[in-house]
């Protein structure tokens, strides 16, 4: 167990519609990681957010937002979901802002289906 | 942007016997970190062997060794006494040490291990 809690685990919705994912980052961490994987483009990095704040940005699109909330939690905003963005949602996290030589944490993922 | 090249899609190794995965990369820079992340069936990412490429020094972690070629841009993982809990798919990754939010990943290799 990393300690990253994702939830929910699985997500099935329709196209079209809106979807929020959660992540719970470990104790003492505050940075929080989006990946999405999927089998066409692997794994990718969508998002970074630090104590609050984004951080970085990776292969996002504009449908797609996040945010961290004072308590570190982070939610991360799916709208007008299509076909292709049926994959699985990774939320990591971090000490630091990686800066360093720091280990990332990687959750159990959330797993979207849109039909 | 970095590139991260896994050439074998698919080994198979028998228990107790080693195996060799691949991963190659493409950048310009001097300062950066290497990985390797195991995904099993859980589809839980778990860290197995980190390299920092200013070190000389192949990585080891138990059964988990690197070959760290920072000249040939290669950096394989070796895995000994393979056993059948290590059967899972196995990304290499890379991240900057200029801008290191975002790991870069390969597409991985799915590590299959036979009694």
């Known amino acids: 167990d990393s300690g990253v809690t994702q939830t929910p685990k699985h997500l099935i919705t329709a196209t079209g519609q809106r979807v929020t994912l959660r992540c719970s980052p470990r104790?003492?961490?505050?940075?929080v990681y989006w990946y999405q994987q999927s089998l066409d483009q692997g794994l990718q990095f969508l998002i970074q957010?630090?104590?609050?704040?984004?951080?970085a940005k990776g292969n996002i699109l504009e449908r797609f937002s996040a945010q961290q909330f004072p308590d570190l939690h982070s939610e991360l905003n799916l709208s007008s979901l299509e076909l292709g963005d049926s994959a699985l949602y990774f939320c990591?996290?971090?000490?630091?802002?990686?800066?360093?030589?720091?280990?990332?944490?990687f959750g159990s993922g959330t797993q979207l289906s849109v039909l | 942007a970095q590139t991260v090249t896994q050439s074998q899609p698919e080994m198979s190794v028998q228990e107790a016997e080693t195996v060799t995965l691949s991963c190659t990369y493409d950048?310009?820079?001097?300062?950066?970190?290497l990985f390797w992340y195991k995904q099993p069936p859980s589809r839980q990412m778990i860290l197995v062997i980190r390299?920092?490429?200013?070190?000389?020094q192949n990585a080891t972690e138990n059964r988990f060794s690197v070959n760290f070629q920072k000249a040939a841009k290669s950096f394989s993982l070796k895995i000994s006494d393979s056993q059948l809990g290590d059967a899972a798919m196995y990304f290499c990754?890379?991240?900057?040490?200029?801008?290191?939010?975002?790991?870069?990943f390969g597409k991985g290799t799915s590590l299959l291990v036979t009694p």
């Open positions: 990591a996290s971090s000490v630091g802002d990686l800066a360093t030589n720091e280990k990332l944490f």
């Open positions: 104790s003492g961490d505050l940075s």
């Open positions: 957010y630090y104590n609050g704040e984004e951080r």
């Open positions: 950048t310009s820079e001097s300062d950066y970190y």
């Open positions: 390299q920092e490429a200013y070190k000389q």
């Open positions: 990754a890379y991240r900057s040490g200029y801008s290191g939010y975002a790991l870069n």
